[in-house]
């Protein structure tokens, strides 16, 4: 701010300064009983006078070529200034951008995936049960024996498509999510897994539901890869919320090597937190151990 106040002005002073020169070389020196400085002439008579009108002549040249590179320099210096978070604001732009189309990538795959796996699971078991059901009704009176035999074969078909549904609506968005928390959700989760898993959680408060929805199935789908790739046998899960921000770190001893690379789970993971302008950090050296960590914004309720 200081050097394009000081390029304007010198752009203007050298301008107007010759103008006074041929003020004074004109009487106006006779105003101070004293004389006058300009610039470096003492002007007391009119001789000295003149010297100030040459004085200012030089000065009128050099600003004539002087002040416009000053007001470009000036030019410069505030386009510096008032633009420099353009850079930053295109940045965030263009990251918006993406995270919102792979946003939109994510829910239409969802989509699709919800649609395959009613029309392959429970809608198959319940077209099934519903021809079931109608043989049953032939057979009543024929074969009473047949008829018990499918009507049991029913039932299980109607327990295995519940079972599904289940299991597909937990998919979506498990109860326990819901009712209880990111944190029981997420010792529910390590649970089930089929190595030992060490959990420490420190969330003094809820997030919002799509921040937890979306840490949920970040931890998770991390859980299965160590389980799958990392080989190892013990995991470690911290979880922490402080300064509006979510941390989980998730350690596994295995053999390392993790990378996010494209079409691991690890990338899809990073795709879906960066609609949250959440962040994903993977340390992974040869033999182990493995780090990822994923950080969201949000806040406490």
């Known amino acids: 701010m200081t050097a394009g106040f000081v390029t304007a002005l010198l752009a203007f002073v050298l301008t107007l300064y010759p103008l006074e020169g041929f003020a004074i070389a004109a009487g106006l020196w006779r105003v101070w009983s004293d004389g006058y400085w300009y610039g470096f002439v003492h002007v007391t008579?009119?001789?000295?006078?003149?010297?100030?009108?040459?004085?200012?002549?030089?000065?009128?040249?050099?600003?004539h070529w002087l002040a416009p590179l000053l007001l470009n320099a000036h030019f410069r210096l505030t386009g510096a200034v008032l633009g420099s978070d353009q850079v930053e604001l295109a940045e965030r732009v263009r990251v918006l951008?993406?995270?919102?189309?792979?946003?939109?990538?994510?829910?239409?795959?969802?989509?699709?995936?919800?649609?395959?796996?009613?029309?392959?699971?429970?809608?198959?078991?319940?077209?099934?049960?519903?021809?079931?059901?109608?043989?049953?009704?032939?057979?009543?009176?024929?074969?009473?024996?047949?008829?018990?035999?499918?009507?049991?074969?029913?039932r299980r078909s109607s327990a295995d498509a519940l079972t599904e549904l289940r299991e597909l609506v937990r998919g979506i968005h498990p109860p326990v999510l819901a009712e209880r928390g990111l944190g029981d959700a997420v010792r529910a989760l390590a649970l089930r897994l089929p190595?030992?898993?060490?959990?420490?959680?420190?969330?003094?408060?809820?997030?919002?539901?799509?921040?937890?929805?979306?840490?949920?199935?970040a931890v998770s789908e991390i859980l299965t890869n160590a389980v799958k790739h990392s080989g190892g046998d013990r995991i470690w899960i911290d979880m922490h919320l402080a300064e509006g921000r979510l941390r989980v770190s998730v350690t596994d001893n295995g053999k390392g090597g993790a990378v996010i690379g494209a079409g691991s789970g690890l990338a899809g993971v990073e795709r879906r937190l960066g609609t949250f302008d959440g962040v994903l950090a993977v340390s992974s050296p040869a033999g182990g151990p493995t780090m990822v960590t994923v950080e969201i914004p949000c806040a406490s309720s």
Request: charged share 30%; glycine share 6%; net charge negative.
């Open 45 to 63: 008579d009119q001789t000295s006078g003149l010297y100030a009108a040459a004085l200012g002549a030089v000065l009128l040249v050099a600003a």
């Open 97 to 154: 951008t993406e995270t919102r189309r792979d946003a939109v990538d994510t829910s239409a795959a969802e989509l699709r995936r919800i649609e395959r796996d009613l029309h392959d699971g429970a809608q198959a078991r319940l077209v099934a049960m519903g021809m079931d059901l109608g043989t049953i009704e032939a057979l009543l009176e024929k074969d009473p024996a047949k008829a018990r035999e499918l009507l049991a074969q029913a």
């Open 195 to 217: 190595v030992t898993v060490e959990t420490d959680v420190d969330l003094p408060g809820r997030a919002e539901a799509p921040v937890e929805s979306a840490a949920y199935f």
